[in-house]
């Protein structure tokens, strides 16, 4: 008896390890995920610094990222690393795109990549069902690396996605997620402090804005 006991405990046990097999696996193929990396340069990263002398808006289209997550529920574990070129930012004027550059700010020779990582969802309701087509607004927290400095930021995002049909695949490959969102951060929590002058030309609070579009497949860089 104590023979088929344990052979009943072990077939379950081998059955049971199945299961949860089964299950991660189902997990696994139940998230998708979407690639940023446009040959073309069409993303958009926008940072806007208002001051009482000058207004600057620093962009640009360098943007890569991996992001993955349930669509039935994109507040289940979304994972996403978004990650800029600090020296392909540009304000429209060479010399402040230099002093930008330069060691005694953004220092891209030492930290050539600014990086934003998701971390915590923030929306207060618990599931978010991406539909075809029908935008989502989610409430987040990331992870802003700048200078070698890592800050939580609180971000709004406007999810969309969008399955592939003719006109999509015009743009990218695949079925896309078309993301629209927004943060703030402040100089001075990665070490840029602004003297009495700066203040006047440069804002501690600048503004960031993005409008990217993310794909299922990897884009083929462009012909000729």
């Not at 891209?108 to 989502?136: G, H, R």
């Not at 890592?150 to 997620?177: I, Q, S």
């Amino acid at each position: 008896m104590a023979a088929a006991g344990d052979s009943v405990m072990r077939r379950f046990g081998a059955a049971g390890a199945l299961l949860v097999v089964l299950a991660g696996l189902a997990w696994a193929q139940a998230r998708s995920t979407f690639l940023i990396d446009d040959p073309v340069g069409r993303d958009v990263v926008q940072i806007l610094s208002v001051a009482p002398l000058e207004v600057i808006v620093t962009r640009t289209n360098e943007v890569t990222a991996e992001i993955s997550f349930n669509p039935d529920n994109a507040l289940d574990n979304p994972q996403a690393k978004f990650t800029i070129d600090a020296a392909k930012l540009t304000t429209g004027i060479p010399l402040r795109d230099e002093h930008m550059r330069a060691a005694s700010w953004f220092n891209v020779d030492q930290y050539p990549t600014i990086t934003l990582e998701l971390k915590e969802v923030k929306t207060q309701f618990k599931t978010a069902k991406l539909e075809p087509n029908v935008p989502v607004d989610v409430d987040m927290v990331g992870a802003l690396t700048l200078r070698g400095v890592t800050k939580d930021v609180p971000l709004k995002l406007n999810l969309t996605l969008l399955p592939r049909t003719d006109d999509t695949a015009a743009r990218l490959p695949g079925d896309l997620l078309r993301i629209v969102g927004s943060f703030d951060f402040h100089l001075s929590d990665f070490g840029l402090e602004l003297d009495e002058r700066s203040v006047l030309k440069i804002a501690n609070r600048q503004q960031a804005q993005v409008w990217l579009l993310a794909s299922t497949e990897p884009v083929p860089p462009p012909a000729g």
